[in-house]
């Protein structure tokens, strides 16, 4: 018998591995071994989830040097600073928008989980990524929004540290629009902290400058694959609103399947924006009478 060794490779060949298709789903199958594991011991679930969330950045980081997709891509000094600077206030905003949902829920909301937590999960995720989808949607095509939401797509280039190059009023509209629906629907605690822990988390996996790949499976969930094109100069390729499934753009027809990579990444008048660098600057510029043009 012929018991030929399959390797691990980045090279897809008929007899080889090509990692590129595991490093995504390994990424997740970690997450719920770790926040298993941690949960089960005893460590409170807040407690849980940040470490998680601190090991998985870690993880997108070494792959992003490892295995880059455009190696030019790669943040420099200057935007690691500027980006660890926001780093910090848009986790603050982050838990604002979760704590005012909370707050509104306790007047409002139902008062007892209704699903047990293995269905709630997922679904919590369906009905959070419907208003984060259409809240990402609406950032693009109502021309004030995009004020707002058009400083994400200042950079000339998608990594995972300009995830954080983003409005603190986007932060927080998405957060508390991502938040609200499911306090006021009943969900548990633990369920909407799992639910947006993977959500967030899947905000920085769609923007990592590492070669992940889905295949077939990024018919269902999105990746960086679509995420860059989301962020194309090309109207017609910037759509891809999702960034956790890929129901909601197959529903409203907005998925563009990754079948080629943009050719630029950005906005298509950056001069109607401040650069990225500019960041109190940017923070300003939805309130000035000046609209930018929109993608």
């Given at each position: 018998m012929n018991n030929q060794a399959i390797s691990v490779s980045y090279r897809h060949t008929p007899h080889s591995i090509d990692y590129r298709y595991l490093a995504h789903p390994l990424l997740l199958l970690a997450n719920g071994l770790l926040i298993a594991g941690l949960y089960g011991w005893g460590l409170p679930l807040e407690a849980t989830l940040t470490i998680a969330f601190m090991a998985s950045l870690v993880f997108l980081g070494i792959h992003e040097f490892l295995l880059p997709f455009r190696p030019e891509w790669r943040p420099g000094r200057r935007e690691w600073l500027q980006n660890l600077a926001q780093f910090l206030p848009n986790g603050l905003l982050d838990n604002a928008g979760q704590l005012l949902a909370l707050l509104i829920a306790m007047q409002f909301g139902a008062k007892e989980q209704w699903l047990p937590l293995v269905f709630a999960i997922p679904l919590a995720i369906v009905v959070s990524e419907f208003f984060s989808y259409w809240t990402h949607r609406l950032g693009h095509e109502v021309p004030w929004l995009w004020k707002i939401h058009g400083i994400h797509h200042t950079p000339g280039k998608v990594n995972l540290v300009n995830t954080n190059t983003i409005h603190f009023l986007d932060m927080l509209l998405t957060s508390l629009f991502s938040a609200l629906p499911l306090v006021l629907l009943g969900f548990s605690s633990e369920a909407i902290a799992i639910a947006l822990f993977i959500t967030g988390l899947q905000n920085f996996v769609v923007h990592v400058n590492a070669d992940f790949r889905l295949g077939k499976a990024g018919y269902i969930f999105m990746g960086p694959a679509h995420h860059r094109l989301h962020h194309s100069v090309i109207?017609?390729?910037?759509?891809?609103?999702?960034?956790?499934?890929?129901?909601?753009?197959?529903?409203?027809?907005?998925?563009?399947?990754?079948?080629?990579?943009?050719?630029?990444?950005?906005?298509?008048?950056p001069h109607a924006f401040p650069a990225p660098a500019e960041l109190l600057k940017s923070q300003l510029f939805p309130f000035h009478r000046s609209a930018g043009s929109q993608q």
């Open positions: 109207v017609k390729e910037a759509q891809n609103y999702g960034t956790c499934i890929a129901l909601w753009d197959h529903v409203f027809g907005t998925l563009v399947t990754p079948d080629k990579e943009p050719t630029n990444v950005g906005i298509a008048a």
